[in-house]
Every structure is written in C-alpha cells, then in structure tokens.
T-cell receptor, first 115, second 116 residues
Framework: AQKVTQAQTEISVVEKEDVTLDCVYE???????LFWYKQPPSGELVFLIR??????QNEISGRYSWNFQKSTSSFNFTITASQVVDSAVYFC????????????FGEGTQLTVNP | GAVVSQHPSWVICKSGTSVKIECRSL??????MFWYRQFPKQSLMLMAT?????????EQGVEKDKFLINHASLTLSTLTVTSAHPEDSSFYIC????????????FGNGTRLTVT
C-alpha cells in the first residue's frame, strides 16, 4: 500500500528565509511518480513538480528545488528566499504504476511566510 | 496546456436535496477521471475512479448510492451528491489524465459544497 507522510503540519518563517518541506513515502512498486502541489486559500491545486522513480536528479526551478533520495524514500521541497505569496498548504503525493493514476496525498504542510 | 474545468465552483444547498458537480476535460480526452474530497484543514482523499463507459470504482467507505458518478463521454464526468446532509459539506475536486500512467494529471479548480 502506498503512503505519504508530511511530518510538518505547520511552518512559519520570515520573508527571505529558506524553508524545506519534508516528504517521506512508502511504496512497494518500483515504478511510481512523486508530486508536489501548492494549495492557496482559494483552494485550487497548483502543480509544482512530477518526478518519476527512475530519475533521482535534483531539480531547481527558480526559487524552488527538490531533493529526491530513494535511499531514504524522501522527496523534500525547498523554497529559497521565501516570499509572502508562498504562503499556502503544500501537498506531497505519490502515484504507483499498479494503482493507475490514483494519487495518495500527504497530510499537507501549512506554510506561512510573514513579512 | 491541458485544462480541466469543474462546475460549479461553489454551491449551497438544503439538506435532503441533490447536487451535481461536473468535471470536463477541455482540450483532451480523459478515459479516467478521479474524484477527491477535502474536509477543512485536511488532506485530499480519493473517493472514486471514474472510467468512461463503465461503472466507477469507489474507495472503501464511500457510499456509491450516495455519490453517483457518471462518465458518459471522454470529456465529462459528473458527481451527484444525493440527499445531501451537512456532513457532506466539503471541497470536491476532480482530476483527469489524457493517456496512460505516464501522462500527467490535471486538476479542476474544485467545488465547495455547503449543505444547510
């Protein structure tokens, strides 16, 4: 069975600080995808990244970066120089090949960036 | 890029009535759509998988007679909350993929249902 754990329920930082959101997953599949989504107060899910299980390269997109480590089953997300607009709930999610495209979401991390 | 349109974005209904939520893929054909529910300050939980032309597959604990899903075409899936109760008040969000497992998922903007 697939499981995603986001141990940090809430994080509060001051603008311009770097912040890392943790994500640990469990799966028995060798082929799977990991995702990060941002959910602002308006509710829609904003897609941030999708990473397949065979690609462990870290990725950087502007102020966002992701660290995928299969050895520790983690897919952590770092925001550099955080901004107030980054305040949102962030979800990590997992999709196993044997489960089709069904996503299992973590509990989410509420990030608050204070000015 | 691919877009999934969900309608309505919010709805208020009285207890005992039924509410229909639509999920449309606008520029691709979706053989499979997924319906999620999110209670306040909680995560998204998969309710059911909707397959075009066949019966939906419901997750454990989701009442199929209460949450009717119809996926009559490759671009439209509907979720009907029948005989709604206040505890059904939630945020419902659909997602769709346009091909196999390797294709990306696209989410609608969600529907906030309030049952009074």
């Amino acid at each position: 069975a697939q499981k995603v754990t986001q141990a940090q329920t809430e994080i509060s930082v001051v603008e311009k600080e770097d912040v890392t959101l943790d994500c640990v997953y469990e799966t028995r599949d060798t082929t799977y995808y990991l995702f990060w989504y941002k959910q602002p107060p308006s509710g829609e899910l904003v897609f941030l990244i999708r990473r397949n299980s065979f690609d462990e390269q870290n990725e950087i997109s502007g102020r966002y970066s992701w660290n995928f480590q299969k050895s520790t089953s983690s897919f952590n997300f770092t925001i550099t120089a955080s901004q107030v607009v980054d305040s949102a709930v962030y979800f990590c999610a997992l999709s196993e090949e044997t489960s089709g495209s069904r996503l299992t979401f973590g509990e989410g991390t509420q990030l608050t960036v204070n000015p | 890029g691919a877009v999934v349109s969900q309608h309505p974005s919010w709805v208020i209904c009285k207890s005992g009535t039924s509410v229909k939520i639509e999920c449309r893929s606008l520029d691709f054909q979706a053989t499979t759509m997924f319906w999620y529910r999110q209670f306040p300050k909680q995560s998204l939980m998969l309710m059911a998988t909707s397959n075009e032309g066949s019966k939906a597959t419901y997750e454990q604990g989701v009442e199929k007679d209460k949450f009717l899903i119809n996926h009559a075409s490759l671009t439209l899936s509907t979720l009907t909350v029948t005989s709604a109760h206040p505890e059904d008040s939630s945020f419902y969000i659909c997602s769709a993929r346009d091909a196999g497992f390797n294709s990306p998922l696209h989410f609608g903007n969600g529907t906030r249902l309030t049952v009074t």
